[in-house]
């Protein structure tokens, strides 16, 4: 049938996208049983452990209508822990999203009790000491008046439900801004964790410190093994004869190195990145198989692989799988569990055997796969960015068997700006993006300077210039598809969330090349957000534009809402209205300005969202309010029975 772009009829519904997906974190296994975290956007986005047992029996736990998130830096991670009770079962420890306290169970029966009193408190990087009966984690401790900046701190938190919940557990570390990773030794007797302290990021400069525990469980005198403002350290893991493992980015890109109690030694030098910025916390890149060998995650030009490394010889064993997306790796013996995607299929807890190779896929996040013929895999492209520097991203062409464009017609495109901005789009299936694909859209995802997974110099590569070095980076990826004839000049769209949302208000309020925006929870005001955001970030616009209030010109420069004369296309914007990391009032003061010039806009609010949207009935009414944009700003009508959303000074 021949039907032009953005009009085709596609399986890839935003129902079945939202209602049918799933999202999946950290996986654990031990012997014939497995665990996940899984996501539920058809259950208010709650995330609740599943567990597999040797029977092949697959289960909730614990009790229903729990909720497992934690919210220290207000992006979580690390808010589960799978330890065993005094009887050798397993059991779960975890931060309930409901009151931020720790709470305790048995894996197969009674409900959780708590360890800590509901309050101020958030917990993170839960990690079990065993020889004390205790949980060690990260706390954030909020003020009892809600005014000024939380503390962080390393506790240690009783594994004795029976004394009664425990008011925050006690202080092991305490005097830096921030704290992650902690890690006690095989032995028992030593804690390795990290800091770092404003201004920086993670990514920017940590510490790495190992300090002795006594027979009480109080730490010695800490020594600092690595790190300091110029070198980012993350993911300290203990070897069974008690030398430490660490990834550093000092040579210029994350590595593997070694520490043996008095010096530190590269394992595997090499132009690939061994970890991932810690936006949240438990990431697991690296994964201890025995003595010697390791199991980990490593990224090169964007795309993530499996290998094994010796720690002794530095020899790499690649793995070869259909997977171009690794993470959360957990090691049970010879076996791995992690969570993975490749071009074609979606994320899922998998497991491998690496004694015989054997690959099984224990939980899709996606109930019901289109038919490969309506997927568009990535393609990886490279292109001049127009100051003299290349930039990465990864084009998908529209794809279905049902439809064909006419001939003399090319695709709109949509290009996707990902947040951080220190993250990176990947080249894993996407159903979002294959959304659009299957109904006739190009999508470009863009890898530009200051995304992850190309070394230090590249992530480097914003810092002074957010706003300007990113979007030129999204506008000339437009540029580079259309003067090749994928995608049509006047029907180029820019999207992106958070961080990508900014890049989005700068496109189309600096440049002219695109033609219409989507801005999800995007930032408009780089003020506002800088006198008005969380602790974990307060700092962060100190690097990507320059420290406020000394450089306020430029803050005011690069904010779209004091430019709006300047910009002259429609807009959408999507906000959860219970958004801390970017408030409300950043999209509602940007939607003002534009309706009050006479441009063509839509606001769509989602009341009990926060900084990202977890409810299916958010996720459709995102996507479908989007596609309904594009159609009438663009002069299509797509082929969905659409609700619409409402455009102001749109007849």
């Not at 790495?208 to 009480?216: F, I, P, Q, R």
């Amino acid at each position: 049938m021949t039907a032009p772009y953005g009009t085709w009829r596609s399986p890839v519904t935003a129902r079945s996208l939202a209602e049918g997906g799933i999202s999946l974190r950290a996986p654990w296994r031990r012997g014939a049983t497995i665990m996940w975290l899984e996501g539920r956007p058809t259950e208010g986005g709650r995330t609740v452990p599943v567990r597999r047992s040797p029977d092949g029996t697959v289960a909730d736990l614990p009790g229903a209508g729990w909720d497992i998130r934690g919210r220290v830096h207000e992006y979580g991670g690390g808010d589960l822990l799978h330890l065993d009770d005094p009887l050798g079962r397993p059991a779960l420890a975890f931060c309930s999203g409901a009151d931020q306290a720790l709470y305790v169970t048995l894996a197969d029966a009674g409900d959780p009790v708590a360890l800590t009193v509901p309050g101020r408190d958030r917990f993170a990087d839960l990690r079990h000491d065993a020889a004390r009966r205790r949980l060690i984690a990260v706390r954030e401790r909020h003020p009892a008046d809600g005014h000024g900046d939380p503390e962080n701190a390393l506790v240690a938190v009783p594994l004795d439900a029976a004394a009664g919940p425990s008011d925050g557990g006690t202080v092991l570390a305490a005097g830096a801004d921030f704290y992650a990773g902690p890690c006690v030794a095989p032995d028992g007797n030593r804690l390795a964790y990290v800091t770092w302290n404003h201004p920086d990021m993670p990514w920017d400069g940590t510490e790495l410190w190992v300090a002795a525990l006594d027979a009480t469980g109080a730490l010695g005198d800490p020594v600092r093994v690595a790190g300091g403002r110029t070198e980012s350290v993350v993911q300290p893991v203990w070897l069974p004869d008690g030398r430490l493992v660490y990834v550093s980015d000092r040579s210029g890109w994350w590595n593997l190195y070694v520490w043996d109690g008095t010096a530190s030694r590269a394992v595997l030098p090499m132009a690939a990145e061994f970890a991932y910025p810690p936006w949240v916390f438990g990431l697991r890149d690296v994964a201890v198989v025995d003595g010697r060998t390791l199991a980990c995650v490593h990224s090169r030009d964007g795309i993530r692989a499996l290998g094994l490394v010796d720690v002794e010889t530095g020899a790499l064993r690649p793995l070869d799988l259909p997977f171009t997306e690794i993470g959360d790796l957990h090691a049970d013996g010879r076996t791995l569990t992690f969570c993975a995607a490749g071009p074609a299929t979606p994320n899922a807890v998998v497991t491998l055997d690496l004694d015989t190779g054997a690959v099984e896929t224990v939980r899709s996040s996606v109930a019901v796969l289109p038919d490969p013929a309506y997927v568009s895999t990535a393609r990886a492209i490279r292109f001049p960015t127009g100051d003299g520097a290349e930039a990465h991203a990864f084009y998908y062409p529209p794809v279905n068997p049902d439809a064909a464009a006419p001939p003399d017609e090319r695709p709109p495109l949509i290009v996707r700006s990902h947040g951080g901005p220190t993250a990176a789009a990947s080249a894993a299936y996407n159903p979002k993006i294959q959304f659009w694909t299957s109904r006739g859209f190009a999508v470009v995802d863009v890898n530009y300077r200051g995304s992850t997974g190309y070394g230090r110099p590249y992530r480097d590569a914003l810092k002074g210039g957010w706003g300007v070095t990113d979007v030129a980076d999204c506008v000339a990826a437009a540029r580079y598809l259309a003067d090749r004839g994928l995608a049509d000049p006047n029907r180029l769209a820019i999207t992106g969330s958070s961080a990508g949302g900014y890049a989005v208000l700068c496109a189309v309020t600096f440049h002219d090349v695109f033609r219409a925006g989507a801005s999800h929870y995007g930032i408009s005001d780089l003020e506002a957000l800088a006198t008005d955001t969380h602790k974990f970030e307060k700092h962060y616009l100190d690097s990507l534009v320059g420290p406020y209030p000394a450089c306020r010109d430029l803050y005011v420069a690069r904010s779209p809402i004091h430019h709006v004369d300047r910009l002259a296309v429609p807009m959408a914007f999507f906000q959860g209205l219970e958004d801390k990391v970017v408030p409300p009032d950043q999209a509602e003061r940007m939607v003002a300005a534009i309706a009050a010039k006479g441009l063509p806009v839509a606001y769509v609010p989602f009341a009990g969202e926060r900084h990202g949207f977890r409810r299916a009935e958010t996720i459709v009414a995102a996507l479908e309010g989007e596609l309904y944009f594009y159609g009438r700003v663009f002069g299509f009508t797509p082929a969905d029975d659409l609700p619409g959303i409402p455009i102001r000074n749109l007849p």
